[in-house]
T-cell receptor, first 114, second 116 residues
């Protein structure tokens, strides 16, 4: 596709359930990032992939959060046993290299935990 | 600990006038700064950047100023247009050009409204 695609665009879940969020980066982009934006806050870095490996997972808030990337392309962010504080917009971005100006964001997944 | 702060949640400007959006940072290791623009239901898009070796960078109607001693940067939009109405985020990164990657620290954003 032409841009970074994220699905679903909206997800409502009950506290304690697991959720999976998907990101399809721009074809050929080797770097992939997950960020989240909680209400009234700036974007918060979660994890960085270079190819299929994640050299920086420092932003994952707890061990309930995990992410993987397969085939150097699609990435899935999984949140286990969701809590209300997990409610946020989860944004994925990809880039062809290290240039931060070349970071292209998807439109995000709005996660609501009831 | 908010290392990048945008203290004005919103700004309202008349079309044709100047918009000035401000950003302050605390981490002296930051040496590259970016502004992103975000429309509703879309992801942020890159607008303009500045390296710490400069104090000004200009791109059309957009100019970013950096005051390193004050740890302050600002984005000027002249003249402002209704299509500029969006949320503007400033972001910062340390060690740009070295081993850095897209691990940005963002401010909370400022909602700009440009009235016709």
């Amino acid at each position: 596709g032409a841009g970074v695609s994220q699905s679903p665009s909206n997800k409502v879940t009950e506290k304690g359930k697991d959720v999976e969020l998907r990101c399809d980066p721009i074809s050929g982009h080797t770097a992939l990032y997950w960020y989240r934006q909680s209400l009234g806050q700036g974007l918060e870095f979660l994890i960085y992939f270079q190819g299929n490996s994640a050299p920086d997972k420092s932003g994952l808030p707890s061990d309930r959060f995990s992410a993987e990337r397969t085939g150097g392309s699609v990435s899935t962010l999984t949140i286990q046993r969701t809590q209300q504080e997990d409610s946020a917009v989860y944004l994925c971005a990809s880039s062809p290299g290290r240039w931060v100006e070349k970071l292209f964001f998807g439109s995000g997944t709005q996660l609501s935990v009831l | 600990d908010q290392q990048v702060k945008q203290n004005s949640p919103s700004l309202s400007v008349q079309e044709g006038r100047i918009s000035i959006l401000n950003c302050d940072y605390t981490n002296s290791m930051f040496d590259y700064f970016l502004w992103y623009k975000k429309y509703p239901a879309e992801g942020p898009t890159f607008l303009i950047s500045i390296s710490s070796i400069k104090d000004k960078n200009e791109d059309g109607r957009f100019t970013v100023f950096l005051n390193k001693s004050a740890k302050h940067l600002s984005l000027h939009i002249v003249p402002s247009q209704p299509g500029d109405s969006a949320v503007y985020f400033c972001a910062a990164i340390p060690n740009a050009g070295g081993t850095s990657y897209g691990k940005l620290t963002f401010g909370q954003g400022t909602i700009l409204t440009v009235h016709p």
